[in-house]
């Protein structure tokens, strides 16, 4: 089973900061890495597909890379609306998702 | 724009078999590979199974399950089905229905979720 470690599990932040989250698997991924951002109550969302490509309609502060075992997801100046938390997750073999990281309001 | 829709029972006893429907709507399922995933309450989220649009005989499965879970697609009524059987606490989470890029399995389209409980 390949296993992703997120990191932090969670973080406070201000509008307008910088936020990068970590992302660690437990095998070397060629790509098929993917960020989703899940609000309360709500499914989660696809942000970034195969490491760094932008899906459609996501905001472009937010951005994707990383290669081999470790992976990060930037958002450039956060937002109100991205106080959430966000999961990566693998379909390189099966399909596993990271632990999560929950972005708060500091 | 294809929209997923999640059906099934609420609560379920336990040892018996939970059964979910997910009904889509807006696309073809052709190309597409089919996937359930599910959240324990203020937990994260866990992968259960996917299968490809036209083989039932295609499908993968998490290895945590052990082998309780059977997951179908039923192209005719565009309809994918996930049976879990022995359930336990444990099991009870939000059940999503989603769909995955064929290339990649990306989880690119979900439904909205619906909330098992597993209880006496």
């Known amino acids: 089973d390949v296993q992703l470690t997120q990191s932090p599990s969670s973080l406070s932040a201000s509008v307008g900061d910088r936020v990068t989250i970590t992302c660690r698997s437990s095998l070397s991924l060629t790509s098929y890495l993917n960020w989703f951002q899940q609000k309360p109550g709500k499914a989660p969302k696809l942000l970034i597909f195969?490491?760094?490509s932008l899906q459609s309609g996501v905001p472009s502060r937010f951005s994707g890379s990383g290669s081999g075992t470790d992976f990060t997801l930037t958002i450039s100046s956060l937002q109100p609306e991205d106080f959430a938390t966000y999961y990566c997750?693998?379909?390189?073999?099966?399909?596993?998702f990271g632990g999560g990281t929950k972005v708060g309001i500091k | 724009q294809v929209r997923l829709q999640e059906s099934g029972p609420g609560l379920v006893k336990p040892s018996e078999t939970l059964s979910l429907t997910c009904s889509v709507s807006?696309?073809?399922?052709?190309?597409?590979?089919w996937s359930w995933i599910r959240q324990p309450p203020g937990k994260g989220l866990e992968w259960i199974a996917y299968i490809y649009y036209n083989d039932n005989g295609s499908a993968n499965y998490n290895p945590s399950l052990k082998s309780r879970g059977t997951i179908s697609v039923d192209t005719s009524k565009n309809q994918v089905s996930l049976k879990l059987r022995s359930v336990t606490a444990a099991d009870s989470a939000v059940y999503y229905c989603?769909?995955?890029?064929?290339?990649?399995?990306?989880?690119?389209?979900w439904g909205q979720g619906t909330l098992v409980t597993v209880s006496s």
């Open positions: 807006g696309d073809s399922m052709s190309t597409y590979y």
């Open positions: 997750q693998q379909s390189y073999s099966l399909l596993t």
């Open positions: 989603a769909r995955l890029w064929p290339q990649t399995l990306t989880p690119e389209s």
């Open positions: 195969d490491i760094s």
